[in-house]
T-cell receptor
Framework: QQQVKQSPQSLIVQKGGISIINCAYE??????FPWYQQFPGKGPALLIA?????SEKKEGRFTISFNKSAKQFSLHIMDSQPGDSATYFC????????????FGKGTMLLVSP | ETGVTQSPTHLIKTRGQQVTLRCSSQ?????VSWYQQALGQGPQFIFQ???????GRGNFPPRFSGLQFPNYSSELNVNALELDDSALYLC????????????FGSGTQLSVL
């Protein structure tokens, strides 16, 4: 059972454009939703995260939009740059005595110059 | 402040063998989690160690075991290796067991032939 579904699998965006990656979750007990960025040969790095008490969080060019009723959240990358080319993972976790993240399958983003 | 370091970077083993992977957590972090990332997939939670005790476990068989040492470094041991164990193994540290902000190392790429 895949608890966090991520789409699209891959994405090509022109430099300066907006990249949008979507995730949907099933477990209503999830209460923390981070996005991770992973470059080849590296581990995932935390990019931005949101909790269900807000509908949007913005940090620089990166914005998370969160829709609790639809159980969906998305990452928007404004003014996409070639350096943003990486694999992006959404994830979710719930307070259960220890922190564990359930990841989506990832989206490979290519920003063309 | 040092980040999460893992060793070795790459490893090749044959089916049935045993392997030990090592991780040094980020300075000041007392919790270590291990994840398995198969090719083209998101990381999957294996287990977490908090103050030298296993604090939570994902859906992995008992042949996956671990240790955490007094300096909070950690080992992941896998016995009776199977071909499907071929993956990137990621270690992540956090400030405590409830802290969802995970800092990942670059991983150990394990190939089982």
């Amino acid at each position: 059972q895949q608890q966090v579904k991520q789409s699209p699998q891959s994405l090509i965006v022109q430099k300066g454009g907006i990249s949008i990656i979507n995730c949907a979750y099933e477990n209503t007990a999830f209460d923390y939703f981070p996005w991770y960025q992973q470059f080849p040969g590296k581990g995932p790095a935390l990019l931005i995260a949101i909790r269900p008490d807000v509908s949007e969080k913005k940090e620089g060019r990166f914005t998370i939009s969160f829709n609790k009723s639809a159980k969906q959240f998305s990452l928007h990358i404004m003014d996409s740059q070639p350096g943003d080319s990486a694999t992006y993972f959404c994830a979710a976790s719930r307070g259960s005595g220890y922190s564990t993240l359930t990841f989506g399958k990832g989206t490979m983003l290519l920003v063309s110059p | 402040e040092t980040g999460v370091t893992q060793s070795p970077t790459h490893l090749i083993k044959t089916r049935g063998q045993q392997v030990t992977l090592r991780c040094s957590s980020q300075s000041g972090h007392n919790t270590v989690s291990w994840y398995q990332q198969a090719l083209g997939q998101g990381p999957q939670f294996i287990f977490q160690y908090y103050r030298e005790e296993e604090n939570g476990r994902g859906n992995f068989p008992p042949r996956f075991s671990g240790l955490q040492f007094p300096n909070y470094s950690s080992e992941l041991n896998v016995n009776a290796l199977e071909l499907d164990d071929s993956a990137l193994y990621l270690c992540a540290s956090s400030a405590d067991s409830y802290n969802e902000k995970l800092f990942f190392g670059s991983g150990t790429q394990l190939s089982v032939l």
